[in-house]
Nanobody, 125 residues
Framework: QVQLVESGGGSVQAGGSLRLSCAPS????????MGWFRQAPGKEREALVV???????KYADSVKGRFTISKDGAKTTLYLQMNDLKIEDSAMYYC???????????????????WGQGTQVAVSS
């Protein structure tokens, strides 16, 4: 069973930055389409950004200009650089991947099969 392992969450003051990481437990082809999501208590899961194998990205308006997705050179480890964090960014953050969706099929509405366990981000004033 492939696992995605997130790290890098924590507590930060508003305006601060955090960098999340996500790595698969084994090589799986998940780099075809990977993304970051978040879910705050009492709210639905929100798709934040996806990246395809060719490093094309799609961002949600809520994070565009503040968050940046990237991958390492081997395209196996996924990162989310979060700058200018706001209190409303507080949530559990999840990474996801799926080997089935290439190119234009990799989108914010992609139904991912593989998920990490989540890492908590708390932003305070």
């Amino acid at each position: 069973q492939v696992q995605l392992v997130e790290s890098g969450g924590g507590s930060v003051q508003a305006g601060g930055s955090l960098r999340l990481s996500c790595a698969p437990s084994q090589h799986t082809g998940l780099e075809a389409c990977m993304g970051w999501f978040r879910q705050a208590p009492g709210k639905e899961r929100e798709a934040l950004v996806v990246i395809d194998f060719q490093d094309n990205t799609k961002y949600a308006d809520s994070v565009k200009g503040r968050f940046t997705i990237s991958k390492d050179g081997a395209k196996t480890t996924l990162y989310l650089q979060m700058n200018d964090l706001k209190i409303e960014d507080s949530a559990m953050y999840y990474c996801a991947g799926d080997p089935r969706f290439w190119g234009s099929k990799c989108s914010l509405s992609t139904d991912f099969d593989y998920w990490g366990q989540g890492t908590q981000v708390a932003v305070s004033s």
